[in-house]
């Protein structure tokens, strides 16, 4: 089943910057905790940030102070906006439901490829 929808992957070079928007449905948007989540290449997939539905946000230590998650009510649409990327940023990005990500059996979408290369 799928509850969100991530987009806006590109091939950026080191130092630059990218947003990806993340969408939901009203009932999802206004409900649930939602998270940008990301996995590299024959890497576990790691939490990057999450935003409650009332703002309150968290951040995985390795893109602390560069990125920023943010929520647009009037577009039920989370977005992660990147700056200073690196090559280690390199990775599938995915967004879903906090809670569906720390299930027992949890289910992603298809993602959106983020290349930071020179």
């Known amino acids: 089943e799928q509850l969100v929808e991530e987009s806006g992957g590109d091939s950026v070079q080191p130092g630059g910057s990218l947003r990806l928007p993340c969408a939901a449905s009203?009932?999802?948007?206004?409900?649930?905790?939602l998270g940008w989540y990301r996995q590299a290449p024959g890497s576990q997939r790691d939490m990057v940030a999450i935003?409650?539905?009332?703002?309150?946000?968290q951040y995985a230590d390795s893109v602390k102070g560069r990125f920023t998650i943010s929520r647009d009510d009037a577009k039920s649409t989370v977005y992660l906006h990147m700056d200073s990327l690196k090559p280690e940023d390199t990775a599938v990005y995915y967004c879903?439901?906090?809670?569906?990500?720390?299930?027992?059996?949890?289910?992603w979408g298809q993602g959106t490829q983020v290349t930071v290369s020179s």
């Open positions: 879903n439901l906090f809670d569906r990500a720390n299930s027992q059996f949890p289910e």
């Open positions: 009203r009932r999802i948007f206004n409900i649930y905790t």
């Open positions: 935003i409650s539905p009332t703002g309150m946000t």
